[in-house]
């Protein structure tokens, strides 16, 4: 059953059950007050011939004839026998039972018959008996006319609530038909789908208002999604393609090895060495490959805090000693404490440093700066190499994105170097950026935020 049917069905249902309610009583109370009438008037000509037994007869006829109502006054012998003193617009004689009679002593009753009536007993005495009666023709033709009237009233009533409800929940119920093909949509994979913006306060329109928002949540995901799948695509082909050259490489070597071809010790020596270095660069290629995974798997981990000053200045330490021939500048400031996992911060340093190593000449120079500042720790590493193509600075770091593919197969890198420095710098939320270098080459600069108390 649908909603709309089973509003309006309660709808219908409590306006009956109420109007019942309050019609009943009021009919009822109607009812009760015709016949509490009739008791009045039969209990006063109780009250005049109560106490005087010599003219019970004649009191009890003057008072029937003073009263307002159609009264009956019948008198009863020893015997039973009736006599009518006064008649009304009874049709029969008023002829009760003896066990209704002698209830009737104390207070007005009711006798079901042919005709209904309500009666009074006086008794007289040497066990002689009074009766006086009003007929309840009129007040039951009245009752049952109210509980007619009452009845097409609840009708009417049913009818107007009905119309009324489908009227009020028309709008909303329209709402609910829209979210309910918009969440099928939704069920089906749709992600374009729009729902019409609303002003009221209502909770359905509060329901649409929080579906939509939904839907555009869905949709960004979607797209962001799609943008990660176009990445890792992209970035699974340049893996791919990184580890086919290697072993294409070893391959072809090892196959000259194993026959006769390449006899000359200085050429088997020479193809030894050209095979150690694609392995090498294989290994490199995997561990970088399986610290991206593990990022995929472990996003958030303990932090603590770290003296990233300290290790700036040990990679700049092994790198000054590893490149004699470069000049290097530094300015870090000391003991500089930030929240953060020491071992992926090594490697995010120590992949910057080995940027320069594999992709700027042997004499280029090197500038390093760390510097504290009102809640935040920059670090730029500057080198005099020959920075990246113009375009790669407005595109910033993305990642899983070399700027020079072909750089990583020169050099011996596994071209991920930038994706897992972008991977370490969100983990710690830090912002990196690309910039091009007073010193001719790229310049490398993070920038975190938060730091510990």
Same mark, same amino acid.
């Given at each position: 059953?649908?909603?709309?049917?089973?509003?309006?069905?309660?709808?219908?249902?409590?306006?009956?059950?109420?109007?019942?309610?309050?019609?009943?009583?009021?009919?009822?109370?109607?009812?009760?007050?015709?016949?509490?009438?009739?008791?009045?008037?039969?209990?006063?000509?109780?009250?005049?011939?109560?106490?005087?037994?010599?003219?019970?007869?004649?009191?009890?006829?003057?008072?029937?004839?003073?009263?307002?109502?159609?009264?009956?006054?019948?008198?009863?012998?020893?015997?039973?026998?009736?006599?009518?003193?006064?008649?009304?617009?009874?049709?029969?004689?008023?002829?009760?039972?003896?066990?209704?009679?002698?209830?009737?002593?104390?207070?007005?009753?009711?006798?079901?018959?042919?005709?209904?009536?309500?009666?009074?007993?006086?008794?007289?005495?040497?066990?002689?008996?009074?009766?006086?009666?009003?007929?309840?023709?009129?007040?039951?033709?009245?009752?049952?006319?109210?509980?007619?009237?009452?009845?097409?009233?609840?009708?009417?009533?049913?009818?107007?609530?009905?119309?009324?409800?489908?009227?009020?929940?028309?709008?909303?119920?329209?709402?609910?038909?829209?979210?309910?093909?918009?969440?099928?949509?939704?069920?089906?994979?749709?992600?374009?789908?729009?729902?019409?913006?609303?002003?009221?306060?209502?909770?359905?329109?509060?329901?649409?208002?929080?579906?939509?928002?939904?839907?555009?949540?869905?949709?960004?995901?979607?797209?962001?999604?799609?943008?990660?799948?176009?990445?890792?695509?992209?970035?699974?082909?340049?893996?791919?393609?990184?580890?086919?050259?290697?072993?294409?490489?070893?391959?072809?070597?090892?196959?000259?090895?194993?026959?006769?071809?390449?006899?000359?010790?200085?050429?088997?020596?020479?193809?030894?060495?050209?095979?150690?270095?694609?392995?090498?660069?294989?290994?490199?290629?995997?561990?970088?490959?399986?610290?991206?995974?593990?990022? %995929?798997?472990?996003?958030? +981990?303990? #932090?603590? /805090?770290?003296?990233?000053? &300290?290790?700036?200045? !040990?990679? =700049?330490?092994?790198?000054?000693?590893?490149?004699?021939?470069?000049?290097?500048?530094?300015?870090?400031?000391?003991?500089?404490?930030?929240?953060?996992?020491?071992?992926?911060?090594?490697?995010?340093?120590?992949?910057?440093?080995?940027?320069?190593?594999?992709?700027?000449?042997?004499?280029?120079?090197?500038?390093?700066?760390?510097?504290?500042?009102?809640?935040?720790?920059?670090?730029?590493?500057?080198?005099?190499?020959?920075?990246?193509?113009?375009?790669?600075?407005?595109? %910033?770091?993305?990642?899983? +994105?070399? #700027?020079? /593919?072909?750089?990583?197969? &020169?050099?011996?890198? !596994?071209? =991920?170097?930038?994706?897992?420095?972008?991977?370490?710098?969100?983990?710690?939320?830090?912002?990196?950026?690309?910039?091009?270098?007073?010193?001719?080459?790229?310049?490398?600069?993070?920038?975190?935020?938060?730091?510990?108390?």
């Amino acid at each position: 059953m649908k909603l709309r049917t089973r509003l309006t069905l309660a709808s219908a249902a409590v306006t009956s059950i109420s109007t019942l309610l309050i019609g009943g009583f009021a009919v009822n109370s109607s009812h009760n007050s015709g016949i509490a009438l009739l008791d009045k008037s039969l209990n006063q000509v109780a009250i005049s011939v109560r106490g005087n037994t010599t003219a019970a007869l004649s009191e009890a006829l003057y008072s029937v004839q003073q009263s307002d109502l159609a009264l009956t006054l019948v008198y009863y012998t020893v015997q039973r026998q009736p006599s009518v003193l006064n008649e009304s617009k009874l049709t029969v004689v008023p002829n009760p039972s003896s066990s209704e009679m002698k209830r009737s002593l104390k207070r007005p009753m009711t006798h079901v018959g042919i005709e209904n009536f309500r009666f009074r007993t006086i008794s007289l005495s040497d066990g002689e008996y009074l009766v006086v009666a009003a007929s309840l023709h009129d007040i039951d033709k009245r009752y049952r006319a109210d509980l007619l009237r009452l009845l097409f009233f609840i009708l009417g009533c049913l009818v107007a609530a009905g119309i009324a409800t489908w009227v009020l929940v028309r709008r909303d119920m329209k709402r609910i038909e829209i979210l309910i093909a918009t969440a099928g949509d939704i069920s089906r994979g749709e992600t374009d789908v729009h729902i019409p913006p609303t002003h009221g306060n209502s909770e359905i329109d509060q329901l649409a208002d929080s579906l939509n928002k939904m839907v555009v949540a869905l949709r960004r995901t979607a797209e962001i999604e799609e943008q990660a799948a176009v990445k890792m695509q992209d970035f699974l082909g340049d893996a791919s393609h990184e580890l086919r050259t290697p072993l294409t490489v070893v391959k072809g070597y090892v196959e000259l090895l194993a026959g006769q071809v390449m006899v000359d010790p200085e050429k088997r020596s020479r193809a030894f060495q050209r095979v150690g270095s694609e392995i090498v660069r294989m290994e490199t290629l995997i561990s970088d490959l399986l610290f991206l995974a593990e990022f %995929g798997d472990v996003p958030n +981990q303990e #932090f603590s /805090k770290v003296d990233i000053s &300290e290790i700036v200045l !040990s990679h =700049l330490a092994d790198f000054s000693t590893l490149n004699e021939s470069r000049q290097i500048e530094a300015e870090v400031e000391e003991a500089v404490m930030i929240d953060g996992s020491a071992p992926h911060l090594s490697r995010l340093i120590s992949n910057i440093f080995g940027n320069i190593s594999r992709h700027t000449p042997t004499d280029a120079p090197v500038r390093v700066t760390l510097k504290k500042s009102t809640g935040r720790v920059a670090v730029l590493i500057e080198d005099g190499g020959p920075g990246l193509p113009d375009g790669a600075y407005a595109s %910033g770091m993305q990642g899983f +994105q070399r #700027f020079d /593919k072909s750089r990583s197969r &020169e050099h011996g890198g !596994s071209g =991920l170097g930038m994706s897992i420095i972008v991977a370490i710098a969100r983990e710690h939320s830090a912002q990196a950026d690309l910039q091009r270098s007073d010193l001719g080459g790229l310049g490398v600069h993070l920038t975190f935020g938060d730091l510990p108390a």
